[in-house]
């Protein structure tokens, strides 16, 4: 009889990412502990080689198992919120995640950041993974994921060994975010449109991301390593929202402004937005203009060497994937 599988904790199971992460792993020999709140979500995973959990990171890291890894899915993910809560979610959340992870026995802990600590005004090409500010505060989001990267590299290595990936806009099936947002913004205003939108920008389809994290389970090299995640096939900004709202079946109306106007506007409405504590996210917000009006391409050669990361789904259909889940819902001018 041959060894067990190694079995790998994937908190955040029930989320756009963690469902993929699932997968991933079960088609590559592994069990699976999958966490999240969502109890019928969590049910759709059930089969076998996966152990089901539901409950809060705070409820998970009172149980008493065993697991070999963890991929740390389980983020709030949102762009607006308190500086109170993103920490409560995304740093002692993670910490209790890691103090979990070693009692347990795991070896390595994978942990999703984000590429938005880049985020900033201007365009930026090719960034690597060490050109970010430390002290970047453009959201208490971006805030709580730098706290988190900073958390994990004062993990010593013979305790835990931790890697750190940051995946790029994913797009997939049941995507909540990206095309939402786009359908949201283009019903209310209009997408827009600075420069007549040459800028270019990367995506990642999810099951590529989901590849990542296992390469980053297994890799000898990962280990403290951080990488940037992309399908390294950056589009200009137009041509992405044309291919996007094509396969939406729905005409796109673009708004063409300066960048001057977009982020002078976005830094006044988060103003008025905290001045009377209002908890709705802001129509605009000032990272929302960095991603759409100002070229932004990651790095993935380092993803590519130490994790042999070689995108396998290519862009076009994790677009549609995303795009057919969405497709019928209408603009509502």
């Known amino acids: 009889m041959g060894p067990a599988s190694p079995t790998v904790l994937v908190t955040g199971a029930t989320g756009f990412l963690g469902k993929?992460?699932?997968?991933?792993?079960?088609?590559?020999?592994?069990?699976?502990?999958?966490?999240?709140?969502?109890?019928?979500?969590?049910?759709s995973l059930q089969g076998p080689g996966?152990?089901?959990?539901?409950?809060?990171?705070?409820?998970?890291?009172?149980?008493?198992?065993?697991?070999?890894?963890?991929?740390?899915?389980?983020?709030?993910?949102?762009?607006?919120?308190?500086?109170?809560?993103?920490?409560?979610?995304?740093?002692?959340?993670?910490?209790?995640?890691?103090?979990?992870?070693?009692?347990?026995?795991?070896?390595?802990?994978?942990?999703?950041?984000?590429?938005?600590?880049?985020?900033?005004?201007?365009?930026?090409?090719?960034?690597?993974?060490?050109?970010?500010?430390?002290?970047?505060?453009?959201?208490?989001?971006?805030?709580?994921?730098?706290?988190?990267?900073?958390?994990?590299?004062?993990?010593?290595?013979?305790?835990?060994?931790?890697?750190?990936?940051?995946?790029?806009?994913?797009?997939?099936?049941?995507?909540?975010?990206?095309?939402?947002?786009?359908?949201?913004?283009?019903?209310?205003?209009?997408?827009?449109?600075?420069?007549?939108?040459?800028?270019?920008?990367?995506l990642t389809c999810v099951q590529n991301v989901a590849l990542a994290c296992r390469l980053a389970m297994e890799s000898p090299q990962a280990v403290g390593g951080t990488y940037n995640i992309t399908n390294g096939e950056p589009r200009p900004f137009k041509e992405l929202v044309d291919f996007m709202f094509d396969r939406l079946g729905q005409p796109v109306r673009y708004r063409r402004v300066s960048e001057a106007v977009l982020y002078g506007g976005a830094a006044a409405l988060e103003g008025l937005y905290r001045t009377f504590n209002w908890v709705a996210e802001p129509p605009l917000m000032r990272y929302s203009v960095c991603t759409v009006a100002y070229a932004q391409t990651l790095d993935i050669s380092r993803a590519r060497e130490d994790l042999g990361y070689c995108p396998q789904v290519p862009l076009d259909q994790g677009i549609e994937s995303s795009a057919a889940a969405h497709r019928g819902v209408g603009p509502s001018f």
């Open 50 to 202: 996966v152990t089901t959990f539901a409950g809060s990171l705070t409820e998970l890291s009172r149980q008493q198992v065993s697991f070999d890894g963890v991929v740390h899915c389980a983020a709030l993910s949102t762009t607006w919120g308190s500086r109170e809560e993103f920490y409560l979610h995304n740093v002692l959340g993670l910490q209790q995640v890691v103090d979990f992870a070693k009692r347990s026995g795991a070896q390595r802990l994978v942990h999703i950041s984000s590429p938005s600590i880049y985020a900033q005004r201007g365009d930026r090409l090719n960034i690597r993974e060490d050109e970010y500010d430390p002290a970047n505060t453009l959201t208490n989001y971006i805030w709580s994921k730098l706290r988190s990267e900073e958390l994990l590299a004062a993990v010593d290595s013979q305790e835990l060994e931790t890697v750190v990936l940051r995946p790029r806009g994913l797009m997939g099936a049941e995507d909540p975010s990206i095309v939402p947002r786009f359908l949201a913004i283009n019903a209310r205003f209009g997408v827009p449109l600075v420069n007549e939108g040459a800028h270019l920008i990367d």
């Open 20 to 43: 993929y992460v699932v997968q991933e792993l079960l088609d590559h020999g592994y069990r699976v502990l999958a966490a999240g709140r969502n109890r019928q979500r969590l049910a």
